[in-house]
């Protein structure tokens, strides 16, 4: 059984930084892709970042560019999320989502890429 594991959330004030975790367990995904998503309440899930596997090319969505890292251990199959000048409007529930297959870079942050998915973990960026 495929699994994703989110952990690191939590309560920052702005400006603050988390780090967050998603650990995989049932297969690798060494090959494939893993993303980032968020959801605030009352809006749709959004990419924030993702990250092929294989040779570690990334890509952000605008409102995190030069504010979030994505990162990998592939020998932990796991990947992290590095969030650093937090503002308020990052407040939502961050989703790990996970990918068999390799991607072409235009279609990293396309939901259908994505076949697995985390429960989600809260981050709250409030003073």
């Known amino acids: 059984q495929v699994q994703l594991v989110e952990s690191g959330g939590g309560l920052v004030q702005p400006g603050g930084s988390l780090r967050l975790t998603c650990a995989t367990s049932?297969?690798?995904?060494?090959?494939?892709?893993m993303g980032w998503f968020r959801q605030a309440p009352g809006k749709e899930r959004e990419i924030v970042a993702a990250?092929?596997?294989?040779?570690?090319?990334?890509a952000y969505a605008d409102a995190v560019k030069g504010r979030f890292t994505i990162s990998k251990n592939n020998a932990k199959n796991t990947v992290y999320l590095q969030m650093n000048s937090l503002k308020p409007e990052d407040t939502a529930v961050y989703y790990c989502?996970?990918?068999?297959?390799?991607?072409?870079?235009?279609?990293?942050?396309?939901?259908?890429?994505?076949?697995?998915w985390g429960q989600g973990t809260q981050v709250t960026v409030s003073s």
């Open positions: 049932g297969r690798t995904f060494s090959n494939g892709v």
């Open positions: 989502a996970a990918g068999i297959k390799r991607p072409i870079l235009s279609n990293m942050f396309s939901h259908n890429v994505y076949e697995y």
């Open positions: 990250i092929r596997m294989g040779e570690g090319n990334a």
